[in-house]
């Protein structure tokens, strides 16, 4: 089942209203024929929530994510990138920087550096 960020408002005994935080998860109960929630992590009161740290946790979330699903999220909450993200390949690690390297031209800066300097280059 889903695992979502949960409001919980209590009354305190001065009759005041406060809300609770929680990181939960519903889990199918078998017996009572029902999803129950569990609380994963409570971030404490809502009046006293340091904004900034579930921020930060929010904005971490997507590296987990594949390249595609973490732009759709990242766009969802109004994170957008300023490229078009159209497809990706799985093609190495070794590939992709043998592309980047021709791409921003290293051999040539490499060697180019190295006829300054009067030292022989093997990088192109």
């Not at 949960?6 to 889990?27: G, H, I, M, S």
């Not at 740290?53 to 990138?81: C, D, H, Y």
């Amino acid at each position: 089942m889903g695992t979502y960020l949960r409001r919980v408002p209590q009354k305190n005994k001065d009759e005041r209203t406060v809300a609770y935080l929680q990181l939960a998860q519903n889990k199918w109960d078998s017996k009572a024929k029902y999803a129950k929630a569990r609380v994963i992590y409570s971030f404490g009161r809502e009046d006293q929530l340091d904004v900034d740290a579930l921020r930060r946790l929010v904005e971490s979330l997507p590296r987990f994510l594949s390249p595609e699903e973490a732009l759709r999220v990242q766009a969802e909450i109004g994170q957008t990138a300023d490229f078009a993200f159209k497809t990706s390949r799985r093609l190495g690690g070794a590939w992709t920087l043998d592309q980047l390297w021709k791409m921003l031209g290293m051999g040539q800066i490499i060697h180019d550096v190295c006829d300054k300097i009067k030292v022989q280059s093997y990088a192109a």
